[in-house]
């Protein structure tokens, strides 16, 4: 294998023809690489990701090939998957209003271009999800774009897909963790082309990382929400008085272990299967 890539979480392996990529416990908040890992992390979002990839075949094909054909070194945290060239947008899409799409609507009454209604609050279900693409900038942060701007980037046709690919998966998903009291309030799709030109989902699927998921029993709009993702340790950080630049501060033990915790309730609500079941990890 020939390690090619390093991200702020992921890494890839090129292994024949095909990829290998690997999750790591690393964390990434306000795009700083924190200096603490958070132990399962990096599982817990592969097999989210091969969870949901599975059902959602039928919508649209993806790049896994494998789930367990990758080193053990791995364990895992490890898909063997096909090589893509990615479009360059990130697909994001709302549900509920929140994070940067709220900052925008405040700003703008709109989120990407689309409209939306006067007076919605933090938190308030949106009449209809959208699509509400960004950048993908290789440093720094991604920026909002138009469904226009990504017309001009890679065509109509394929924007077309990418938009309409993207709120299909979306309102499937956010259907199923409805029924485990999982409310999905966002999340960010990321497609490429195979070597026939066929539109691919890649990346990462509905994961805590990809994702905002709130209990749905503590739902209240007007403010900030509970949340099973690492919107916790976004808030911890910016707690800390920490100005969101190089170096990120040491995640304490008590918010690791808080942080663990809300991954494995995301994964097991919505997988309906025992994280310590599945892969024999202690929750102590």
């Known amino acids: 294998m020939q390690h090619v890539h390093e991200g702020k979480v992921r890494d890839l392996y ?9 999750a790591s416990d690393r964390v990434s908040v306000y795009d700083v690489l924190l200096p603490t890992p958070v132990p399962d992390k990096g599982a817990l979002l592969t097999q989210l990701s ?22 053990a070194e791995f364990g895992r945290r490890a898909i063997r998957c096909k090589p893509l060239k990615m479009l360059p947008v990130e697909c994001i899409v709302r549900g509920h209003l929140a994070g940067l799409g709220l900052r925008e ?24 999800p959208i699509f509400t693409p960004t950048t993908k900038a290789s440093e720094g942060h991604d920026e909002f774009i138009t469904f226009d701007d990504v017309v001009n980037e890679i065509g109509e046709d394929t924007a077309d897909r990418l938009r ?38 890649g990346d ?21 929400q509970p949340s099973f993702d690492k919107q916790f340790v976004r808030d911890w950080s910016v707690s800390t008085g920490w100005d969101k630049t190089p170096p990120g501060p040491e995640i304490p033990d008590e918010i690791v272990r808080a942080t663990r915790q809300r991954y494995v309730e995301a994964y097991e609500r919505i997988t309906g299967t025992s994280w310590l079941t599945d892969a024999g990890t202690s929750d102590a």
């Open 204 to 224: 990462e699927v509905l994961t805590s990382d990809s994702s905002r998921f709130w209990p749905a029993d503590q739902w209240r709009p007007g403010g900030p």
């Open 14 to 22: 090129s292994d024949g023809g095909d990829l290998l990529l690997v």
């Open 164 to 201: 309409e690919l993207s709120i299909e998966i979306y309102t499937r998903g956010a259907g199923h963790a409805a029924e485990t009291g999982v409310i999905i309030a966002d999340t960010k799709f990321e497609f490429g082309l195979d070597y026939d030109g066929a539109i691919m989902l």
């Open 50 to 71: 091969v969870w949901w990839f599975e059902r959602m075949a039928d919508v649209v094909p993806n790049h896994l090939l494998s789930a367990t054909d990758v080193p």
């Open 105 to 128: 609507y405040q700003r703008d009454g709109a989120i990407s271009g689309v409209a939306l209604p006067d007076g919605l609050v933090e938190g308030d279900r949106l009449p209809e």
